[in-house]
């Protein structure tokens, strides 16, 4: 697109000029044959500033082992793992089955553990999977005992009413797997990376210029244009306070969360527009419609031939904001 004076847009080859130098009609020697239109529209119009940004997922870490031995099976990058089921196999047996919670496991499970909140997030769990432990609260009592002992038959383990904290990593819900840090048959021990992991949640990261923080803000909407061509909305989530070092720039990382589906690439480009200026509430017509007079202005052509003078304001998506003698409804001519 094309800047004018005073900071006007005007996207090139869609203005039609004018030759003629006063808003008369034209003289019609013949039939007008049918035309285009369109009509005027009272409208929000966001003109958006295009930036690159890399279509992710939210919440990534690493999973690390938590007891030692021979890795005999590791998930593969993509799988998708809920409540209850195994991430990884050590020396043949499952080695880690995932629970959901806001807290890390710190400490190991067992009978003789003093109460706390880690102990009402296992007794949830225990409960979601279909192992009740009674009232869910932070004592750890006979109810619990007996309910570990259950999960633990289900899964094949010894059934001794304790739970190491390797055994079960909390999430906060479902994870997807990424890359593997780790070979099957690789000799590993707590603390060993196995593997990348993320949440099941779509997210879009754009470095932003740190000069320029004022074009996101907190809950502003966006679009994001997709490798396959669709475009989605998304909201923003978090705008960095730190700034870094990325080339010879000072960026602060945006998050974006997304709304619709996005499809299951990981670490693929997208392009995010930003509202950069905005009206509510304005009249527009298509930038089609607008003819350029001779000796400068525009205006636009009724359907019954007559010219209106207008103004135009701000342009976005092909549309463009008018001021003059226009009401909502009326029909105009567009270029076809």
């Known amino acids: 697109m094309k800047r004018l004076a005073g900071g006007t847009v005007v996207a090139a080859g869609l203005v039609t000029v004018l030759m003629i130098g006063g808003d008369e009609a034209p003289s019609a020697q013949e039939p007008t044959p049918s035309r285009a239109t369109a009509a005027v529209e009272r409208t929000d119009l966001v003109d958006r500033e295009s930036l690159a940004g890399t279509l992710g997922y939210a919440d990534p870490g690493t999973l690390a082992a938590g007891v030692s031995g021979t890795l005999t ?4 990058p993509g799988t998708i793992v809920t409540r209850g089921h195994s991430l990884y196999e050590v020396n043949g047996e499952p080695a880690a ?3 959901y919670g806001a807290k890390p496991a710190w400490r190991d499970f067992s009978p003789w553990m003093t109460d706390g909140e880690d ?3 296992l007794e949830r769990n225990l409960r979601a999977l279909g192992h009740d432990p009674g009232t869910v609260d932070d004592d750890w009592d006979s109810d619990t005992t007996a ?7 289900a899964r094949g383990l010894t059934q001794d009413g304790t739970l190491s904290r390797g055994e079960i990593p909390f999430r906060s819900g479902a994870i997807r797997i990424g890359e593997a840090k780790a070979t099957v048959g690789d000799q590993v021990s707590p603390g060993r990376p196995l593997t990348e992991i993320s949440s099941t949640e779509r997210r879009v990261t754009v470095s932003l210029d740190a000069r320029r923080q004022q074009v996101a803000r907190t809950g502003d909407q966006v679009t994001v ?3 396959s061509g669709r ?3 998304g909201r923003i989530e978090a705008v960095g306070k730190v700034a870094t070092k990325q080339g010879d720039e000072v960026v602060v990382k945006v998050t974006i969360r997304l709304s619709g589906r996005s499809g299951s690439l990981d670490q693929a480009p997208v392009d995010v ?3 950069v ?8 017509v298509p930038v089609k419609a607008l003819l350029a007079r001779q000796g400068g202005g525009f205006a636009v052509e009724l359907t019954d031939g007559r010219l209106v003078k207008v103004e135009p304001g701000l342009y976005a998506d092909d549309m463009v904001e008018v001021e003059g003698d226009l009401r909502e409804g009326q029909q105009v001519v567009t270029a076809l």
């Open 231 to 233: 475009t989605v909305d």
């Open 119 to 121: 102990v009402r997030q």
């Open 277 to 284: 200026e905005r009206r509510e509430g304005v009249l527009a």
């Open 97 to 99: 089955f995932l629970l």
């Open 225 to 227: 244009d997709l490798p």
């Open 147 to 153: 309910a570990v002992k259950r999960f633990q038959k």
């Open 273 to 275: 527009g930003f509202a």
């Open 73 to 76: 099976a590791l998930r593969d």
